[in-house]
């Protein structure tokens, strides 16, 4: 099972928007809407944004909003802020019953 | 407060074997599956297998099919992962993590603290 592709960096100024995209397969993203999406501070363990797609649990901001197309997902970030600063990370259900992760997404506030 | 609790750091010499543990608390254990994720350092996140306490129900990643075990004991409400015979290249930080709702194992929402495993000679 290979990793989903995600941009290695992305970057943009405090108050802006910026998107992460997550690209994997028929048997994995465009297969099932069960995409989540992880942010991990440096030394921390992840913390879940975004789970089946495009739903936030409790205490997650608003800023953070999910979304999918055909073999590609998307976070999308809105009103960038300093503490946004972290590595993000989709994952996926597999047609074989297993959990895929995303290569990464190193997001960096201008 | 729910959350999970893992063992401590570990030192370890390549050929030995090892066992990592998970404790959950502040929730019913056997209810919901637990998640291993490797972190290599310096790397990404890696889904090594999950395991339903309820019923010891097992996947395992194919990547790390036969490499590793995972295991849980529902009566002290842990979850293990363990090696027979350690390589340097699993040296990475190990966490744990509980799948975020009854019966699901696609996305987690309680982690641990993580355990870091250093295998060197």
């Known amino acids: 099972q290979s990793a989903l592709t995600q941009p290695a960096s992305v970057s943009g100024s405090p108050g802006q928007s910026i998107t992460i995209s997550c690209t994997g397969t028929?048997?994995?993203?465009?297969?099932?809407?069960?995409v989540s999406w992880y942010q991990q501070h440096p030394g921390k363990a992840p913390k879940l944004m975004i789970y089946d797609v495009s739903n936030r649990p409790s205490g997650v901001s608003n800023r953070f909003s999910g979304s999918k197309s055909g073999n590609t997902a998307s976070l999308t970030i809105s009103g960038l802020q300093a503490e946004d600063e972290a590595d993000y990370y989709c994952?996926?259900?597999?047609?074989?019953?297993?959990?895929?992760f995303g290569t990464g997404t190193k997001v960096t506030v201008l | 407060e729910v959350q999970l609790v893992q063992s401590g750091a570990e030192v370890k010499k390549p050929g030995e074997s090892l066992k990592i543990s998970c404790k959950g608390s502040g929730y019913s254990f056997t209810s919901y599956w637990i998640g291993w994720v490797r972190q290599m350092p310096g790397k990404g996140l890696e889904w090594m297998g999950i395991?339903?306490?309820?019923?010891?129900?097992?996947r395992y990643s194919p990547s790390f099919q036969g490499q590793v075990t995972i295991s849980a004991d529902k009566s002290i409400s842990t979850a293990y992962l363990q090696w027979s015979s350690l390589k340097a290249s699993d040296t990475a930080m190990y966490y744990c993590?509980?799948?975020?709702?009854?019966?699901?194992?696609?996305?987690?929402?309680?982690w641990g603290q993580g355990t870091m495993v250093t295998v060197s000679s």
């Open positions: 994952s996926s259900y597999t047609s074989s019953s297993t959990l895929v």
């Open positions: 395991i339903y306490p309820g019923d010891s129900d097992t």
């Open positions: 028929s048997s994995d993203v465009g297969g099932y809407n069960y």
């Open positions: 993590a509980r799948g975020y709702s009854y019966g699901r194992t696609d996305a987690f929402d309680i």
